[in-house]
């Protein structure tokens, strides 16, 4: 697949996201998040079904179809991540835009997993960037005595960042929704993202996407994998972090979860 198909439904809506209507300064507060969430989602569905007529689609912001689950192609996406920041006029929101496809490795036939994310794009129009998988870097390794920023939620960060931010002497760095925070461990802004207590699949598809293609590590905080297209599309906690601290990070949420009860 061209790269640039993928990557135009993330680029389209950056491009409008100043000038199409429901995106304008005019309308503010939570009216501008609901506008927002439904111009994002036309703009995305639109270019889907005019280029992929035949893939399924699975939207935060679109009614679900259990024909999803027997399609060979999904889209995962999340047409406005980070509705709360949006309306605020912040920065930190993005766009998330996935391809989930049936068979995507020989090794999925004899899985219970039948498929994995293939491609990926990322939109962050507040700050005029594009990630996706086909042109992401991987990063380069992390020296031993490097310092360990954690992204972490700026309203409601989870009990068990605290856990792993002070086994790993960590800094925290608050911002905004999910795939900033992911994209800001493919960025080298931060070393890791912890979270538990709730989230979607169309929540973190995409920067999972890219993140692995930056060659991080990403799991649930009980460290199985993370499994996109399931029945129910809820996938409340994941990892993301540099790979030479991702053993580190899943035995302190492993005690903290021992020793607490809680696994949030």
């Known amino acids: 697949m061209p790269t640039q198909r993928l990557t135009s439904p993330g680029r389209q809506v950056r491009s409008s996201s100043r000038s199409a209507p429901g995106f304008t300064p005019d309308v503010e507060g939570k009216a501008r998040g609901k506008a927002g969430d439904a111009k994002a989602q036309e703009r995305i569905a639109a270019l889907l079904a005019e280029r992929f007529p035949h893939d399924a689609v699975l939207s935060e912001e679109a009614r679900d179809s259990a024909a999803r689950l027997s399609a060979d192609r999904v889209w995962i996406i999340d047409p406005l991540d980070g509705t709360r920041e949006y309306s605020e006029d912040r920065a930190d929101w993005a766009v998330h835009v996935a391809l989930w496809t049936r068979g995507a490795t020989p090794a999925d036939a004899a899985t219970d997993f039948p498929g994995e994310l293939t491609a990926a794009a990322v939109a962050i129009p507040g700050e005029d960037v594009v990630l ?10 992390l020296a031993d005595d490097a310092p360990i920023r954690l992204a972490v939620s700026r309203s409601r960060p989870p009990a068990i960042t605290e856990a792993v931010r002070e086994g790993l002497g960590a800094e925290l760095v608050p911002m905004g929704s999910a795939g900033v925070k992911i994209a800001a461990v493919v960025r080298g802004q931060v070393e890791a993202y912890v979270h538990a207590g709730g989230q979607y699949q169309w929540d973190s598809a995409a920067p999972v996407a890219i993140a692995r293609a930056a060659g991080l590590h ?16 809820y996938l409340p906690d994941l990892v993301v972090c540099r790979p030479e601290i991702a053993d580190r990070i899943l035995s302190l949420i492993a005690s903290h979860t021992a020793t607490s009860g809680e696994d949030s």
């Open 218 to 233: 990403t799991s649930r905080i009980d460290g199985s994998p993370l499994v996109y297209n399931e029945a129910d599309p």
């Open 132 to 141: 996706d998988t086909a042109s992401v870097e991987v990063l380069p390794a």
